[in-house]
Nanobody, 117 residues
Framework: QVELAESGGGLVQPGGSLSLSCVALGNNLSMYVMGWYRQAPGKQREMVARVTSGGSTGYADSVKGRFTISRDNAKYTVCLQMNSLKPEDTAVYYC???????????WGQGTQVTVSS
């Protein structure tokens, strides 16, 4: 069982930056693929970025070159640095932990990111 807590969302102007953080409460992240997903109103939840325990990363085409995911297993955290934000990045962002052994998904409560002038 993994409990995840996100922070760092908010309102930012187009072209601005935000950093999201996710803390795994009381758990070691090293056994999980960690990721960030987002869901905009009226749309399905989509993968934004993910990182394996070994540090391999993957990104949605829409955020490549603008977003960077990182993890610190010792600090039980995974972060998403978002630069050059666009209005279409507006969504609720969710932290995800995927257990490779059990194939279980765990989700945080979500944090709102709004990109608007």
């Amino acid at each position: 069982q993994v409990e995840l807590a996100e922070s760092g969302g908010g309102l930012v102007q187009p072209g601005g930056s935000l950093s999201l953080s996710c803390v795994a409460l009381g758990n070691n992240l090293s056994m999980y693929v960690m990721g960030w997903y987002r869901q905009a109103p009226g749309k399905q939840r989509e993968m934004v970025a993910r990182v394996t325990s070994g540090g391999s990363t993957g990104y949605a085409d829409s955020v490549k070159g603008r977003f960077t995911i990182s993890r610190d297993n010792a600090k039980y955290t995974v972060c998403l640095q978002m630069n050059s934000l666009k209005p279409e990045d507006t969504a609720v962002y969710y932290c995800n932990a995927y257990d490779l052994q059990t194939q279980n998904d765990y989700w945080g409560q979500g944090t709102q990111v709004t990109v608007s002038s």
